[in-house]
């Protein structure tokens, strides 16, 4: 009896070890293969989806799990493997296949005496969108940045369609350039765009919504349409042929450039955050900045607007208006104003006793009767040339260092306290006395055609004056310098820049009667 219990014990521990008849062991049976549908497949790449249960036995080991694929149906792992580690839910990212292809795939594990599979399921990949790209110089750019390799008008849409930012400007001594932009439409993620100093003659962006810097200045374009950008902050589309420009649509604005085109007129009413805003060398004839509250820079140089309203402007720093036709400028409002540029206009009185804050001032070529700077201490410029003054006021410029006020009707100048003075032109008035011997910095001074009599530029510093012009002056007789000038001396030939020029009669002494 013991011994018929003895071999029941045996045959139950050996049946327990032993394989089952498909040779799989009783442990393996614990093992789940799923393999599930692929996702995300395009025309290169795919996911790879499955489920590996792993059994919890003593001695089980895998050296490998995953996928594997190939182009006919059951593969195994002599087809291609992509392994990957963790159980339970597993995927895998696949790349480099080939377009319009039908892929077959099973998850797979391996141990050191088996390989078992998982079910089979299949995909085929897409057929890429293509992108039509006919000019080769654009499509050469994008292949040397590597979204496309062959040079045949033609690059993958999804290829581009992810890039924030595109720089076609060429390169420094390049001669090859873009002239067509078609294709842009399809990089919909677009932010930044510079295709500055091309031969592009049209550029529709209204497909590319995310943009929020253009740059296509110093091209031929003679229509642009940025009607759908909303996201646009900065426009440059400057040195153009554009008759018609449309930014209505575009609220987030802050810098425009539009210079140097054909523009009739500009309406800007609807961009209330413009800081920058440069129309010069336009043919606008009216400009309205009324509603621009946030504008901090104003060119508008070289049109014909007769009348410029910026009370409502008090952020204004810069004002650039340049060649126009204006009769009254009121900048009493613009008290952040640093620098201001209203040469060649019709204007014949300008207050700028508001302006504490300005440091260059250019009014050339206007109608000023008077000019009074005695409220604008900072200033390091004026350039008031060419008008009808018959008095300045300098007041205390301590930091100006230039000084036109050439051809006007001064009989005096009081420049006693603007002893940082470098640059002087004051020729071609009625001047009767002048004395710069305080002025220690002067280079150039150019005080001819006057009425001078006394002339003092004994300033201890002759050899540092480069250019000094005093002819033309009949009733001056003697200049006054210092002891050792510059070894040229006074010769009006040659022309200048860099010369002392004198008439004969006026004699140069250290000290004069």
């Known amino acids: 009896m013991k011994n018929h219990l003895y071999l029941i014990i045996l045959f139950i521990f050996f049946s327990c070890n032993k394989n089952n008849d498909d040779g799989v062991s009783v442990c393996d049976d614990t093992i789940t293969l799923e393999t599930l549908e692929a996702t995300n497949v395009n025309y290169q790449s795919v996911t790879l989806n499955g489920v590996i249960n792993k059994p919890n036995c003593d001695g089980f080991s895998i050296t490998s799990q995953g996928f594997v694929y190939g182009t006919s149906p059951s593969p195994t792992i002599n087809d291609i493997i992509a392994e990957v580690t963790g159980q339970n839910n597993i995927t895998?990212?696949?790349?480099?296949?080939?377009?319009?292809?039908?892929?077959?795939?099973?998850?797979?594990?391996?141990?050191p005496t088996k390989t078992l599979y998982g079910?089979?399921?299949?995909?085929?990949?897409?057929?890429?969108?293509?992108?039509?790209?006919?000019?080769?110089?654009?499509e050469q750019k994008l292949i040397d940045l590597d979204y496309d390799d062959l040079l045949d008008d033609y690059v993958i849409t999804e290829n581009i369609n992810f890039i924030t930012e595109l720089d076609l400007e060429p390169v420094s001594g390049q001669s090859t350039?873009?002239?067509d932009l078609t294709g842009i439409q399809d990089f919909v993620a677009l932010e930044v765009l510079n295709c500055r100093q091309n031969d592009i003659k049209t550029l529709d962006l209204t497909n590319n919504t995310n943009l929020k810097i253009i740059d296509c200045s110093f091209n031929s374009i003679n229509y642009l349409n940025v009607g759908n950008n909303n996201n646009l902050e900065e426009l440059y589309c400057n040195r153009n042929q554009i008759s018609s420009l449309e930014v209505n649509q575009c609220p987030t604005l802050e810098i425009l450039d539009c210079s140097h085109n054909l523009l009739p007129s500009l309406n800007i009413s609807s961009n209330l955050g413009l800081k920058e805003l440069n129309c010069g060398d336009n043919?606008?004839?009216?400009?309205?900045?009324?509603?621009?509250?946030e504008l901090e820079k104003l060119y508008c140089y070289f049109n014909t607007i007769e009348s410029l309203n910026i009370s409502n402007n008090p952020n204004l720093t810069n004002l650039n208006c340049w060649r126009n036709q204006i009769s009254e400028l009121n900048v009493t409002n613009n008290k952040a104003l640093i620098s201001l540029n209203c040469s060649e206009n019709q204007i014949k009185n300008l207050d700028v006793s508001q302006n504490y804050l300005l440091e260059s001032l250019s009014c050339y070529e206007n109608s000023l009767l008077t000019l009074d700077v005695s409220k604008n201490p900072l200033l390091k410029s004026i350039d008031a040339k060419i008008n009808q003054l018959t008095e300045v006021n300098l007041?205390?410029?301590?930091?100006?260092?230039?000084?036109s006020i050439c051809c006007n009707n001064l009989n005096s100048i009081d420049i006693s306290n603007s002893l940082s003075l470098r640059d002087i032109y004051i020729f071609g008035n009625q001047i009767t006395t002048l004395d710069f011997s305080n002025h220690k910095n002067i280079f150039a001074l150019w005080c001819g055609v006057n009425q001078l009599s006394s002339l003092n530029v004994a300033n201890g510093n002759n050899l540092g004056i480069s250019e000094l012009v005093i002819s033309g002056n009949p009733n001056l007789l003697c200049v006054q310098v210092d002891p050792v000038i510059p070894a040229h001396g006074f010769n009006c030939d040659p022309p200048p820049p860099g010369y002392w020029c004198k008439d004969p009669w006026t004699e140069v002494n250290t000290i004069c009667d």
């Open 92 to 111: 895998s990212g696949v790349e480099n296949l080939t377009s319009s292809t039908t892929y077959y795939c099973r998850t797979f594990l391996t141990s």
């Open 177 to 179: 350039i873009v002239t």
């Open 283 to 293: 043919f606008l004839s009216t400009l309205e900045v009324s509603k621009n509250l």
């Open 395 to 403: 007041g205390e410029t301590n930091d100006l260092v230039f000084l």
């Open 119 to 138: 079910n089979e399921v299949s995909f085929t990949t897409t057929v890429p969108q293509l992108t039509y790209v006919p000019d080769d110089v654009f």
